[in-house]
């Protein structure tokens, strides 16, 4: 179960990474930019793998009772205990299913007739708030929650972060310098 609940976890936020970085190379590469129309197609799959791995938690560890998504079970106590970090963990991985889900149920045309151009971008805007989220979230249980236990992921988790960060990084620098450019300053 527990595999399954991370390589969940992994390829939605690998999905989520792939469209940030579609965002950023398009702003350098103008290749790039035909590739931009996946990136909808991908914030989809994002959330239905971000979906299969909360309800793997749910269904497989804590069988559908919900506090136990906040407390963890001490064998020394031989109850369940508040676990302050685990709770905030898990609590930016709930805020963060309700933001795909607002940028999964938007990711339509009809959302943006409805909504109008400028708030339905407002909306998919925020993947940088559920990125961040995600990060947060993510970092916790990698290095935090067991931080004993071998985890193979913590440097690729690295280098993906920093990717995304860097790429976000360049593609900010390649606007401000079109921006200037389109100016004549």
């Not at 690998?14 to 035909?34: E, P, Y």
């Not at 979906?51 to 064998?75: A, K, R, T």
């Not at 929650?145 to 990717?163: E, G, R, S, Y």
Request: aromatic share 16%; no cysteine.
């Amino acid at each position: 179960m527990h595999a399954w609940n991370r390589a969940f976890a992994d390829v939605s936020l690998l999905f989520l990474s792939v469209i940030l970085l579609l965002g950023s190379l398009s702003k350098v590469f103008k290749s790039v930019r035909k590739w931009l129309v996946w990136r909808r197609e991908l914030g989809i799959w994002t959330g239905v793998t971000a979906i299969v791995h909360v309800l793997i938690i749910l269904d497989g560890w804590v069988q559908w009772e919900l506090f136990q998504i906040f407390f963890v079970f001490s064998p020394f106590a031989g109850e369940w205990v508040l676990h302050p970090g685990f709770a905030l963990g898990n609590l930016l991985g709930i805020v963060a299913l309700v933001y795909v889900l607002i940028l999964m149920l938007t990711s339509n045309t009809r959302s943006k007739k409805i909504l109008g151009f400028k708030s339905w971008k407002y909306v998919q805007q925020t993947v940088h708030v559920l990125y961040h989220l995600v990060i947060l979230h993510t970092a916790y249980f990698i290095f935090i929650h067991n931080p004993n236990a071998a985890n193979w992921l913590q440097v690729p988790f690295i280098m993906t972060i920093t990717l995304v960060w860097l790429s976000s990084l360049i593609g900010f620098w390649f606007t401000v310098k079109e921006a200037k450019k389109s100016k004549g300053i």
